[in-house]
């Protein structure tokens, strides 16, 4: 299993950046894909965005263009660069790895986009 270690959320207003971080231990991070996931109150846990770890990308509809993943692989870093943020991006957000089948989650980070 992989230990999950989000960082970097906090309160911005409507248009501006943030940038998540999470640190991984194991040794199988390299291999493992990883994935940033949200909830917002009363709403189902949904998928953000994804990165296998030859580094192909996948993003959901409704972030797409606006944010971006990546991963070093050297650090065991995985990241969430989000841009023009909107209130509608407010939630929880969880770092995710998935290998051979078993999905291991962060605790959680708290992003409000509010004025």
């Known amino acids: 299993q992989v230990q999950l270690v989000e960082s970097g959320g906090g309160l911005v207003q409507p248009g501006g950046s943030l940038r998540l971080s999470c640190a991984a231990s194991?040794?199988?991070?390299?291999?493992?894909?990883m994935g940033w996931y949200r909830q917002a109150p009363g709403n189902q846990r949904e998928l953000v965005a994804s990165i296998t770890g030859g580094g192909n990308t996948n993003y959901a509809d409704s972030v797409k263009g606006r944010f971006t993943i990546s991963r070093d692989n050297a650090k065991n870093m995985v990241y969430l660069q989000m841009n023009s943020l909107k209130p509608e991006d407010t939630a929880v957000y969880f770092c995710?790895?998935?290998?051979?089948?078993?999905?291991?989650w962060g605790q959680g980070t708290q992003v409000t986009v509010s004025s």
């Open positions: 194991g040794s199988i991070f390299s291999i493992a894909t």
């Open positions: 995710s790895a998935d290998f051979v089948g078993i999905r291991s």
